[in-house]
């Protein structure tokens, strides 16, 4: 079935730099997205969401892109941090209760 | 504190043996959902509920059952498990079927 992909399964960034993890999607009528980050031997954890009536959202050293013509989805993370290192996914909502998530993207931060 | 319980974290069972887990929550919220994770599939939607005596299948229901006879309570049950079950398993909840809470997750092993 349909699922909403990642480009890279393992993005390797230094403390202090920023963090770009990409996801495409493949229905063009999600109207909802949301990003979550999942540590070692943890459930997922609520990061930001979007709707599709946006192009962009900020939170606390995270912003989420959302770009409806390519149906493309990114999350920036500003200054990553060690705590940051984690594996990160996007989950899309078709108007329903029901989600796609990704696969995955880990996020590794070296010192 | 506003939490998402599951009860067993950890079970090995054989094939054939029902099983049923446990999912709880504080915040009474109207919408509850399981989840299954497995490598290199990320999370698929097994079942759904936007309110109590009201659930839906998602992506994977097959070989799964749940009820909601209870706002804060949505089992899981595995009435004759199999070994392609086998799965770290979340159970997650949402004030409104927007960003969603999600428990410590089950860890099952069907032999």
């Known amino acids: 079935g349909e699922s909403v992909g990642l480009h890279l399964p393992t993005l390797s960034v230094q403390e202090g730099d920023n963090s770009i993890i990409n996801c495409a999607y493949s229905n063009s009528a999600s109207d909802y997205f949301i990003w979550y980050k999942q540590e070692s031997g943890k459930g997922p954890q609520f990061i930001i969401d979007?709707?599709?009536?946006?192009d962009k959202r900020q939170g606390q050293r995270v912003t989420v892109l959302l770009n409806k013509t390519v149906k493309h989805l990114s999350l920036q993370i500003a200054a990553t941090q060690p705590g940051d290192s984690a594996v990160y996914f996007c989950?899309?909502?078709?108007?329903?209760?029901?989600?796609?998530f990704g696969t995955g993207t880990r996020l590794k931060v070296l010192a | 504190e506003a939490q998402v319980t599951q009860n067993p974290r950890y079970l090995i069972t054989v094939t054939g043996k029902k099983l049923t887990v446990t999912c709880s929550q504080n915040m009474n919220h109207e919408y509850m959902s399981w989840y299954r994770q497995d490598p290199g599939l990320g999370l698929r939607q097994i079942y759904y509920s936007m309110n109590v005596e009201v659930t839906d299948k998602g992506d994977v229901p097959e070989g799964y059952k749940v009820s909601r006879k209870e706002k804060r309570n949505f089992p899981l049950i595995l009435e004759s498990p199999s070994p392609n079950q086998t799965s770290l398993y979340f159970c997650a909840s949402s004030s409104t079927g927007g960003a969603q809470y999600f428990g410590p997750g089950t860890r099952l092993l069907v032999l």
């Open positions: 979007i709707r599709s009536n946006m």
């Open positions: 989950a899309e909502n078709r108007g329903t209760y029901k989600y796609i």
